[in-house]
């Protein structure tokens, strides 16, 4: 497709399962974005990816969380363990250079852990 | 950014008028501004974009204004539709860092 793809959209999770969430960009893009959205605000930082290489991971939340994008498209954030402070939507962003340019936004991931 | 929970800033503006929604940024050395809509249940859509060395930039019915002497953004969208209606989220470049740091998120509804 054209724009950037996030699967699944909802996930129910209980309490102490692994989750993993699924981001395809733009093709071509070389950057690429996770965020973290909580209701009713804005979205937060969690980790960035030149190519293949994540450069900054200084927003994710604990050592529970982990994001690789192996052959620099495709990527994916998995949470451990998850706990209910993890509920939240989470954010794919997609860009052709890694700042000051405009960045598309997937849909999200509404993750929810009971 | 300042965040207020569930409670977001919310505009009421009739369709057809004129929408002025503002923020605020806090570092001076920001150097690139972009206004984001979402829609419930989407991610944010870029609207509008503007470099610290512009003060206005005009799009397709809404203009972005900025003004570096007392850190204010704002988003004017003319001849509001009923398809306006979302959340706007001003965010701003730091440093030339690529991380976006978001603003409060301003809830615009349309009334018919």
């Known amino acids: 497709g054209a724009g950037v793809s996030q699967s699944p959209r909802y996930k129910v999770a209980k309490r102490g399962q692994d989750v993993a969430l699924r981001c395809d960009p733009i093709?071509?893009?070389?950057?690429l974005f996770w965020y973290q959205q909580a209701l009713g605000q804005g979205p937060e930082f969690l980790t960035y990816f030149q190519n293949e290489a994540q450069l900054d991971k200084s927003g994710l939340p604990s050592d529970r969380f982990f994001a690789e994008r192996p052959e620099g498209s495709v990527s994916t954030l998995k949470i451990q363990r998850t706990q209910q402070e993890d509920s939240a939507v989470y954010l794919c962003?997609?860009?052709?250079?890694?700042?000051?340019?405009?960045?598309?936004f997937g849909q999200g991931t509404r993750l929810t852990v009971v | 950014g300042e965040n207020v929970g569930l409670h977001l800033p919310t505009l009421s503006v009739q369709e057809g008028d004129n929408s002025i929604i503002n923020c605020a940024y806090s570092n001076s050395a920001s150097d690139y501004f972009i206004w984001y809509k979402q829609e419930s249940g989407k991610g944010p859509q870029f609207i509008i974009d503007?470099?610290?060395n512009m003060d206005k930039r005009q799009g397709q019915r809404v203009t972005v204004l900025l003004n570096k002497t007392v850190k204010h953004l704002s988003l004017q969208i003319a001849a509001t539709q009923p398809g306006d209606s979302a959340v706007y989220f001003c965010?701003?470049?730091?440093?030339?860092?690529?991380?976006?740091?978001w603003g409060a998120g301003t809830k615009l509804i349309i009334k018919p």
């Open positions: 965010a701003e470049n730091r440093d030339s860092n690529y991380q976006l740091i």
């Open positions: 962003a997609s860009s052709r250079a890694a700042m000051n340019t405009e960045a598309f």
């Open positions: 503007i470099r610290s």
């Open positions: 093709s071509g893009h070389v950057s």
